[in-house]
């Protein structure tokens, strides 16, 4: 098993970063979260886990430990592959998951695409001993999904400009998809930054 890799950052995409390891650039599948805090040309450590398929190798790259291990457990749950385990990340931190899980907040599942009222329901109940209880000493002042719903802006502009994008340029982004987060918050869901990061990349294309 791969239990991290270490290295100067070669490239980075909206959903994979490039790291340099003895020569070789290994592609690590990242949530837009951790592909924020990375910058091309500057060394990072991310935490990895080794997804073997039939006619695929794939390497999930994670921001520490802590968010590899609830990526794995989160697979233990029937129907719940690598793809919806990197969702359920990139809509929830670690934390936000294991409150959701330890007080059956079907509403938090929900709000990760690909998720509906049964498979939270599912979920919830598959999860309940597996998750364990929040670590952070905060999670008791935050509300589900409370990190990545009020630093959205925050964590896509950083994302663009980690993905070489001017200060102005991830800002006017941000402002064009803004409606599309907004309009989430108001259904009661956490903004889903993956779509959003994808969205404002296109507008960004189309100004270019």
Excluded at 50 to 77: H, I, M, N, P
Excluded at 107 to 113: E, F, G, M, P, R
Excluded at 137 to 143: T, Y
Excluded at 175 to 180: E, F, K, Y
Aim: aromatic content about 2%.
């Amino acid at each position: 098993m791969i239990a991290f890799v270490s290295g100067p950052v070669a490239a980075l995409a909206p959903t994979t970063a490039v790291i340099e390891v003895g020569g070789v650039g290994m592609a690590l599948q990242c949530t837009p979260q951790t592909l924020a805090g990375l910058r091309v040309g500057q060394e990072a450590r991310l935490a990895t886990s080794l997804v073997v398929r039939e006619d695929s190798l794939t390497l999930y790259g994670f921001a520490d430990e802590d968010e590899r291990q609830v990526f794995e457990l989160l697979q233990t749950a029937s129907g719940v592959g690598p793809r919806l385990a990197q969702a359920m990340l990139a809509t929830h931190s670690p934390d936000a998951l294991r409150l959701a899980v330890s007080t059956g907040d079907e509403k938090a599942l929900t709000a990760v695409s690909g998720i509906g009222k049964k498979g939270a329901q599912k979920l919830l109940l598959e999860l309940k001993d597996r998750l364990g209880e929040p670590v952070g000493a905060h999670i008791g002042h935050q509300g589900i999904g409370t990190p990545v719903t009020s630093g959205w802006r925050d964590q896509l502009q950083a994302a663009l400009i980690g993905l070489g994008y001017a200060s102005r340029e991830a800002e006017e982004a941000v402002t064009a998809v803004a409606p599309q987060a907004e309009a989430a918050v108001a259904e009661g869901a956490a903004p889903p930054v993956p779509q959003l990061l994808r969205a404002a990349l296109q507008t960004l294309n189309r100004a270019r």
